[in-house]
């Protein structure tokens, strides 16, 4: 049979290996992908060190996956041999209460997890259910696109579903890998964009980025420099920091709304008051669904954000992994395909 070249991790905590398998072929409802580029993300730990529960080994990590239909598989109509399409994190759901399509789906039982219920990106074919699957724009490479498949349709998908409104004042908190397109898609979305950040270089790439005001920890109070501005509509907290995200709710207006999405095992110290006095809400967001990030994808498509990425060939995966684990890449880690 036809081999192809996979990036696993042979057990729980074990090194990252490329190993020669057989190309699989797609099963019922399912299509066969041809990886032409994988982000690299935070989120992949969960497969490389066992941390998900009932993961199988040896297992090839990956959820942000951009590629190619190669073949499909019985029951498969919608989807046509050489279209474009994406696999982000939610890699397949039973749809019983309809929960996934809209976006809350972490917790339910049945949600196929890609790169941990089978086999992800860092392989060169990818087996997966047709529900997965989204939609490629022609204007985006493969390689923009990955990254959209997570962090992309996290910091889109989390804005859109806020009470904000064009022209209200939205915070970004962190400019990383989560909030270079957190800032893009707050500008393009008509909101007055802060950026909050730690030192004065980062300001001219969050100005570069779309950001009206930028806010440096080192040298301001932030919450009190946004309430000089009338409050916050928003703030979204890219950036796992448990301790810098609570005093950040003081910078929120009336109705203001702290959304999290950068993820931290860390517990967070807030104040009853904090919220109760201005009637705050604070709220958590994952990522979202194939419809999801097909609606990421076009907005980029159409605005020209774009990720920052650092490109590296499938067989460095070990490099790109441990570039950005330790936050040294800039923003986002893609491995390339063909």
Same mark, same amino acid.
């Given at each position: 049979?036809?081999k192809?070249?996979?990036?696993?991790?042979?057990?729980?905590?074990?090194?990252?290996?490329?190993?020669?398998?057989?190309?699989?072929?797609?099963?019922?409802?399912?299509?066969?992908?041809?990886?032409?580029?994988?982000?690299?993300?935070?989120?992949?730990?969960?497969?490389?060190?066992?941390?998900?529960?009932?993961?199988?080994y040896?297992?090839?990590?990956?959820?942000?996956?951009?590629?190619?239909?190669?073949?499909?598989?019985?029951?498969?109509?919608?989807?046509?041999?050489?279209?474009?399409?994406?696999?982000?994190?939610?890699?397949?759901?039973?749809?019983?209460?309809?929960?996934?399509?809209r976006?809350?789906?972490?917790?339910?039982?049945? @949600?196929? /997890?890609? =790169?941990? *219920?089978? &086999?992800?990106?860092?392989?060169?074919y990818?087996?997966?259910? !047709?529900?997965?699957?989204?939609?490629?724009?022609?204007?985006?490479?493969?390689?923009?696109a990955?990254?959209?498949?997570?962090?992309?349709?996290?910091?889109?998908?989390?804005?859109?579903?806020?009470?904000?409104?064009?022209?209200?004042?939205?915070?970004?908190?962190?400019?990383?890998?989560?909030?270079?397109?957190?800032?893009?898609?707050?500008?393009?979305?008509?909101?007055?964009?802060?950026?909050?950040?730690?030192?004065?270089?980062?300001?001219?790439?969050?100005?570069?980025?779309?950001?009206?005001?930028?806010?440096?920890?080192?040298?301001?109070?932030?919450?009190?420099?946004?309430?000089k501005?009338?409050?916050?509509?928003?703030?979204?907290?890219?950036?796992?920091?448990?301790?810098?995200?609570?005093?950040?709710?003081?910078?929120?207006?009336?109705?203001?709304? @702290?959304? /999290?999405? =950068?993820? *931290?095992? &860390?517990?967070?110290?807030?104040?009853?008051?904090q919220?109760? !006095?201005?009637?705050?809400?604070?709220?958590?967001?994952?990522?979202?669904?194939?419809?999801?990030?097909?609606?990421?994808?076009?907005?980029?498509?159409?605005?020209?954000?774009?990720?920052?990425?650092?490109?590296?060939?499938?067989?460095?995966?070990?490099?790109?992994?441990?570039?950005?684990?330790?936050?040294?890449?800039?923003?986002?880690?893609?491995l390339?395909?063909?």
């Open positions: 049979m036809p192809m070249k996979v990036v696993q991790v042979a057990k729980p905590g074990g090194n990252f290996e490329v190993v020669d398998r057989d190309i699989p072929k797609p099963g019922l409802n399912q299509v066969r992908i041809q990886v032409k580029a994988c982000g690299v993300c935070h989120s992949d730990m969960y497969a490389k060190e066992g941390l998900w529960p009932g993961t199988q040896p297992r090839a990590p990956g959820h942000e996956i951009a590629g190619i239909i190669d073949e499909t598989g019985p029951g498969v109509t919608r989807w046509k041999k050489g279209q474009r399409v994406g696999v982000g994190w939610a890699g397949g759901f039973c749809g019983e209460c309809n929960a996934c399509r976006g809350f789906f972490v917790n339910c039982q049945n @949600l196929q /997890v890609t =790169g941990l *219920s089978f &086999d992800g990106g860092y392989a060169e990818v087996i997966a259910p !047709r529900e997965a699957l989204a939609a490629i724009p022609d204007a985006l490479l493969f390689e923009e990955a990254p959209l498949l997570c962090a992309g349709v996290t910091t889109f998908n989390s804005l859109r579903h806020t009470g904000a409104r064009a022209g209200d004042l939205v915070a970004i908190q962190g400019i990383g890998g989560l909030g270079h397109l957190g800032v893009q898609f707050s500008n393009k979305m008509g909101f007055h964009t802060v950026a909050i950040s730690k030192g004065k270089d980062k300001e001219p790439l969050a100005r570069k980025l779309g950001a009206h005001v930028y806010l440096d920890t080192d040298k301001c109070n932030p919450a009190e420099e946004l309430q501005l009338g409050g916050a509509q928003v703030i979204l907290a890219t950036a796992p920091n448990a301790k810098a995200t609570p005093p950040l709710i003081d910078g929120l207006c009336i109705t203001g709304e @702290l959304v /999290v999405v =950068g993820a *931290s095992m &860390d517990p967070m110290e807030i104040s009853s008051l919220l109760i !006095r201005a009637t705050r809400t604070v709220r958590g967001w994952p990522s979202g669904s194939s419809v999801d990030s097909e609606d990421t994808m076009k907005f980029c498509a159409l605005t020209g954000i774009r990720p920052m990425i650092e490109k590296f060939p499938r067989e460095n995966a070990t490099q790109a992994y441990e570039k950005m684990i330790t936050n040294k890449v800039r923003f986002r880690a893609v390339n395909g063909h």
